[in-house]
């Protein structure tokens, strides 16, 4: 099993650009999430997806959209790019809903936006 | 102020020395999580424990939920334990995860 997998590894965008990180698990798990790492300050989290079908706000929204478009994937959307989100992207999922549960991580988006 | 702090920030230790990182919360919680973030970025679950004490090989977490506090021990640390060690827990409003900035270790040979 790959466990959690993300693409791309990196990327480089200039400032209005669009693009999808893309993010699957084979695992059969329930719940996905989307946080972003930055310097200095722990994992915060974006999006949510409870179950298939279903999409939360998390934390830090704003500028971002999802879509969970199966159970197996879960997609985040930055549809006009800022320097404010450069950052490391991390998806992760869980069998069941909540945090009570194993989160499992994919190896994260390195993204720069200049 | 942090609903989640953790001590110390950075760590550097000599190989086979007993490690201790804290963990202080000011929220109530369910449930607390130790994560391990690898120099290349992954991340790995640890431990989730919501009273006690457990233990995976040389790694042994324990919380206090009174004092609002756990700490990770690591014994007879090797150079391989270098890494990022993260804290979270389950609790607040919205139930989800919330982190720590974590505790950069360095241990050397």
């Known amino acids: 099993n790959a466990g959690v997998t993300q693409t791309p590894k990196f990327q480089v965008l200039k400032t209005g650009q669009s693009m999808t990180l893309q993010c699957a698990q084979d695992m059969n798990h329930n719940s996905m999430y989307w946080y972003r790492q930055d310097p200095g300050m722990g994992l915060r989290l974006i999006y949510y997806s409870a179950s298939e079908g279903t999409t939360d706000k998390g934390e830090v929204p704003n500028g971002y959209n999802v879509s969970r478009l199966n159970k197996r994937e879960f997609s985040l959307r930055l549809e006009s790019a800022a320097p404010s989100q450069t950052s490391v992207y991390f998806c992760?999922?869980?069998?069941?809903?909540?945090?009570?549960?194993?989160?499992?991580f994919g190896p994260g988006t390195r993204l720069t936006v200049l | 102020k942090n609903e989640v702090e953790q001590s110390p920030q950075n760590l550097t230790a000599q190989e086979g020395e007993f490690i201790t990182i804290n963990c202080s919360y000011s929220?109530?919680?369910?449930?607390l999580h130790w994560l391990q973030q690898h120099p290349g970025g992954g991340i790995v679950s640890l431990f989730m424990l919501s009273s006690g004490k457990k233990k995976h090989g040389r790694l042994i977490a324990t919380i206090n939920i009174q004092e609002k506090h756990s700490s990770l021990h690591i014994t007879a640390s090797h150079p391989r334990d270098s890494a990022v060690y993260i804290c979270?827990?389950?609790?607040?409003?919205?139930?989800?995860?919330?982190f720590g900035t974590g505790t950069l270790l360095a241990v050397q040979p």
């Open positions: 992760a999922s869980t069998r069941g809903e909540g945090a009570y549960n194993e989160q499992f």
């Open positions: 979270a827990v389950v609790g607040g409003a919205t139930n989800k995860l919330i």
């Open positions: 929220v109530g919680i369910s449930a």
